[in-house]
């Protein structure tokens, strides 16, 4: 019960979530992560750049982790690209699972992973200028935890 | 062999993707770089710090070290920033 | 931007994170905990009941302390009474904030909070017989990591 | 004073709420304890065991040892299951 997509249109989580627990009664817990453009420092927009394919195997390949790690009924990923403004969702990792600590630790992994493993690219614009945003260390950091 | 670019490493070399012969004596990703490197301007730009770039081979992150030699398709970008 | 809710009635979730991050631009991660009814071992039906006052007392002080300790533009807690069969929502708690490990982290304390702590008991119905469900051990020992 | 009953406690006692004017010597929620399990038949057995118990005094999660004696209200209770 596995989805992972990548797209440019917004997502209704309430939708997803239907699809990954409803119509059946062994999931106790669904976590979600909702990420959304933040407008800081006079940000207009940010441009999501990935690499078709890979991102998809590299998702795939964590969401195949995430389920030996920690028993999971299911897990949805939504990445958008393209332009996206302040307050707009970017990404959706839902996870389901009969217990609540594994679908919280498996989206936290989750969100690890896409932050510092699965090519994505964020340009922002300020005004007229763009740039491209740095990755983090703390999101490096984040990641190591789960070796 | 496909070569792709991605982020500020694409607009400073100015393509996207194009197809590449390897020359002889090319073996690791390093080697990639340092030909591509050698081939100046824009590409001399982007493949100044290689510190800076990271790369995949068919698809997969691999180190510097990593053989190219029998691979279709190598993807050179900064860092990732999704999520 | 804080809603405590406890009510007979399902919850939309869209909905509620609409109200939550809707609208704003210094959101930049929204974590939602879901807690189901699991239908295991035949259970036909849970009754939850609740100390009115004190529940939502209780819940509005742990609302306090995850803001005390964490960067939070907002939380959302519906907790459900009443009969539920397999498969209902039972309850939410979404948090909102700038950073994710920060919405995260509070979801993750609000729920153990919830299990040891809000005045809520659950009776369960097996076919024709009804029992308490026991508090359980690993709920007690996830609350205490936040000591 | 209001004494409230939630769960097993309130079925095995009979009843969900009581108004009680505290007697002499009863000061801590135990004493309040020992007074209820006395007067016998579903109040014994609800408070057979204080160990199976919880108690809020006012809305507080209290131990055994807390004042009732200005109370407002004293509510039993099994170990919570919410979530």
Redesign the interface.
Known sequence: MNAVRIQREDF????E?DVL????????????????????ANLTALT????P??TE??IASHVHEAEQRWPLTGVTII?RIGRLE??AR??LVATAS?H??A??AA??FL?DY??????????EERGGSKS?????DT?ED?VQRWK | MTL?Y???VRQKVGTSEEQIDLPAGVVTVGDLIAHLKSRGGGYADAFADPARLRV?VD?E?VSFDAPVDSADEV?F???????
């Not at chain 1, 627990?21 to 407008?39: I, K, L």
């Not at chain 1, 896409?114 to 340009?123: D, Q």
């Open positions: 209704d989580i309430g939708a979530l627990a409803g119509g059946r009664n062994d999931v106790g817990a669904v976590v979600t992560f909702t990420g959304h453009v933040r407008g800081d999501l750049e990935h690499y394919g890979m195997r590299e990445h302040p307050g970017i990404v009969s609540r600590q679908a919280f989206a936290e969100m896409l932050k510092t493993r699965a090519p994505f690219w964020k340009e491209w945003v740095a990755a983090k999101d984040a | 792709l991605f982020a500020w995949a698809q992150h993807a970008f900064p860092p990732v920033t999704g999520g």
